[in-house]
């Protein structure tokens, strides 16, 4: 069993930043790739970014330039420093993390399972 709780949503004007925090918990205390991906109304869950166990980030298009992400092995923690913020922005963040499939299935289709947190929002709004 895995929890995901994350921090630091809110309101803030075009041009200002926010800090969203992520922390993991539970049973099984191997680190794994985290991220978060940003949902909106009528459109599908998006990758805002994501960092592998050993510090290499990916991120979204809209992303790139503006956000960092970054993580804390040691509290087993990620976090999301987004700059520049545009209303395009706005969102419900979710955390994300990604664990090898061990079923028998994934002996014959190797894969992940993804795990979220319960999402919070960002509204980026004059």
């Known amino acids: 069993q895995v929890q995901l709780v994350e921090s630091g949503g809110g309101l803030v004007h075009p041009g200002g930043s926010l800090t969203l925090s992520c922390a993991a918990s539970?049973?099984?205390?191997?680190?794994?790739?985290m991220g978060w991906y940003r949902q909106v109304a009528g459109n599908e869950r998006e990758l805002v970014a994501q960092?592998?166990?050993?510090?290499?980030?990916t991120y979204g298009e809209s992303a790139k330039g503006r956000f960092t992400i970054s993580r804390d092995n040691g509290k087993n923690t990620v976090h999301l420093q987004m700059n520049s913020l545009k209303p395009e922005d706005t969102g419900v963040y979710y955390c994300?993390?990604?664990?090898?499939?061990?079923?028998?299935?994934?002996?014959?289709?190797?894969?992940?399972?993804?795990?979220w947190g319960q999402g919070t929002q960002v509204t980026v709004s004059s």
């Open positions: 994300n993390q990604k664990r090898p499939d061990t079923s028998a299935s994934a002996m014959l289709r190797p894969g992940r399972i993804d795990y």
């Open positions: 539970g049973s099984d205390s191997r680190l794994y790739a």
């Open positions: 960092i592998t166990s050993y510090g290499t980030a």
